[in-house]
C-alpha cells in the first residue's frame, strides 16, 4: 500500500501510518502509527510522560508545532500543542468531551487550517504543509479518517465497491484495484466472501473493518 493514515473523528479509533507499496500483513503492520482519541481515562495505568527514544519508533510522519486553533475570536480551543508521530509509534490523545482532541485530528489532513502554526506532513522525502493549498490533494492522499460511526462512512451496494471508492477517487489506475481492495480486506481480517456483500448486512464489527479497509 503507497499509503496508510488511519484517523479517528469524534472520539474514534485513529492509526496513521505510511506503508509501502505491497508486503505483507507484517510489514504493513510494522509501519503503522497507531493514535487513539477518546474520552476514556485508563486505569489502572499510571501516567508518565517520558517519551520512547525515537530510535525505536522509526523516522517522523507528522509534526505539529505552535499550533493554535480558535473557533470565535479569543476563544482558543487548541493553545500552543506541540507534537511529533512517529512510524511504529502508538499514541493516544486522552481528554474529557470538548477539550480539541476532534479538533486536533482534523488538522492532520487539513479539514481544518490552524489560526497559528504549523502542521507537518512527511513521506518519501518530502515535507507537505497542511497550510498550502496546493499540497491539501497530496496530503488527504496521505492522512484518511475513519469515523466513529461506519454508518457514517458506508454507502455503496457492495463492500467491494466501498473499499474501491477511494482508489478511484485518487486517480489509482484501474487494472490495480482488485489486488488492492483484496489486500486491504485482508488486512482487516476479513475473508475475500464479504466483498459480494451489502455493507449494511454485516456485523458492527465487520461494518468498522470494512470501513478502515476503504481507507487502507
Not at 482508489?167 to 482487516?188: C, F, N, Q, T, Y
Request: hydrophobic share 40%.
Amino acid at each position: 500500500l503507497r499509503k496508510i493514515v488511519i484517523c479517528a473523528l469524534l472520539i474514534a479509533l485513529v492509526a496513521v501510518s505510511f506503508a509501502t507499496a505491497g508486503g505483507s500483513k507484517e510489514k504493513a503492520a510494522g509501519e503503522k502509527v497507531w493514535i487513539v482519541a477518546t474520552d476514556t481515562v485508563f486505569r489502572p495505568f499510571e501516567y508518565t510522560n517520558e517519551k520512547a527514544p525515537a530510535k525505536e519508533c522509526g523516522e517522523k510522519v507528522i509534526e505539529i508545532s505552535d499550533l493554535s486553533y480558535d473557533y470565535d475570536e479569543g476563544d482558543f480551543r487548541l493553545d500552543n500543542i506541540n507534537l511529533e508521530v512517529r512510524k511504529a509509534e502508538l499514541l493516544a490523545i486522552v481528554g474529557q468531551s470538548g477539550c480539541g482532541k476532534t479538533t486536533l485530528i482534523s488538522h492532520l489532513n487539513a479539514l481544518i487550517s490552524p489560526s497559528h502554526g504549523k502542521v507537518l506532513v512527511y513521506k518519501d522525502g518530502e515535507v507537505w504543509d497542511t497550510s498550502v493549498k496546493k499540497h491539501i490533494k497530496k496530503i488527504r492522499n496521505i492522512v484518511g479518517l475513519v469515523f466513529q460511526y461506519p454508518e457514517y462512512q458506508l454507502f455503496e451496494e457492495t463492500v467491494y465497491k466501498d473499499v474501491q471508492y477511494g482508489l478511484k477517487r485518487m486517480g489509482v489506475p484501474e487494472e490495480e484495484h482488485d489486488a488492492r481492495v483484496r489486500e486491504a480486506i485482508s488486512l482487516v481480517g476479513l475473508d475475500e466472501s464479504v466483498l459480494k456483500s451489502s455493507p449494511f448486512e454485516l456485523s458492527g464489527g465487520q461494518k468498522r473493518r470494512v470501513a478502515i479497509a476503504g481507507v487502507l
